[in-house]
């Protein structure tokens, strides 16, 4: 979700639909903002925190997948960072893993 608001302002809201925060990255100005939001029985592990992104490894009995979601800057110099990001933490992950987002230019 591209925020564009601290979560602090969000967050009455989102309790009350019975949704908790898993993990959170802050937006600066335009650039980030990732909420991790649970409202299932699914057991969700923060695996890492980014300015860019935020990876969760998410199961369910015997299921386990990983998930990063990134909102990548279109600088340059931030995206390459993203990209040597993804990689290092490729190396850590060994199951299913799947990254969704946006701005994730080559």
């Known amino acids: 979700m591209e925020t564009h608001c601290p979560f602090s302002k969000a967050s009455l809201f989102w309790n009350r639909l019975g949704y908790e925060i898993c993990a959170l990255s802050e937006a600066s100005g335009h650039l980030?903002?990732?909420?991790v939001l649970k409202?299932?029985?699914y057991d969700i592990t923060v695996i890492d925190v980014y300015f860019q992104?935020?990876?969760?490894?998410?199961k369910k009995a015997d299921c386990m997948w990983f998930?990063?979601?990134i909102y990548g800057?279109?600088?340059?110099?931030?995206?390459e960072k993203l990209w040597s990001y993804?990689?290092?933490?490729?190396e850590d992950i060994l199951s299913?893993?799947?990254i969704k987002g946006g701005h994730l230019y080559s």
């Open 73 to 79: 800057s279109p600088q340059l110099v931030n995206c």
């Open 32 to 35: 980030g903002g990732i909420w």
């Open 67 to 69: 998930c990063s979601t």
């Open 96 to 98: 299913p893993w799947v």
């Open 53 to 58: 992104a935020v990876t969760i490894c998410i």
């Open 86 to 90: 993804l990689i290092s933490i490729r």
């Open 39 to 41: 409202g299932c029985d």
